[in-house]
């Protein structure tokens, strides 16, 4: 006795009928990747920020704006509160200054460079440091410092 509901073949059932071996899939799924990407987009942009300079200084605050950005990375002199000097995380003695900063002009493009100084550091050694870099070949020199700080135009910052 047959089932007068049951389908068969190329019918609309719910049920297909396999015959022999299943084919490997010819797509990829893309899905998967995309997801990865964007975490780790997310990660790095959170992250870029916190690796720029690590050598820690309290910079003195001005309510200049900030200079354009560039598209080489920027190399940073550091002058910190006990009077040592930095290029980027590394520490220089003054008498090597001159020389690294000739060979660093030597393999850049740019001529742009950022002094970061603390701001207990007097005037006197931060233009003694800014006549080193302009020795050493860099002539554009931006002054790092934190926003917030007075206008001198009587208006509050």
Do not use: H, K, W
């Not at 007097?122 to 020795?135: D, F, S």
């Amino acid at each position: 006795m047959a089932m007068s509901g049951s389908r068969r073949g190329g019918g609309s059932g719910t049920r297909r009928q396999r015959r022999g071996r299943t084919q490997a899939m010819s797509e990829i799924n893309v899905t998967p990747f995309v997801d990865v990407m964007m975490v780790l987009l997310i990660i790095f942009m959170v992250a870029a920020p916190l690796l720029t300079v690590g050598v820690p200084v309290r910079l003195p605050e001005t309510s200049a704006e900030a200079l354009p950005s560039v598209t080489e990375e920027p190399l940073t002199v550091t002058l910190t509160a006990d009077g040592g000097v930095a290029i980027m995380t590394t520490e220089v003695d003054q008498s090597d200054l001159v020389p690294r900063l000739r060979a660093v002009a030597a393999e850049r493009a740019d001529t742009r460079i950022f002094l970061r100084a603390d701001g207990a550091i007097p005037y006197e050694r931060v233009m003694q440091v800014m006549g080193a870099l302009n020795a050493g070949g860099f002539n554009d020199i931006g002054l790092v410092t934190e926003t917030g700080g007075p206008r001198l135009d009587g208006r509050d910052g």
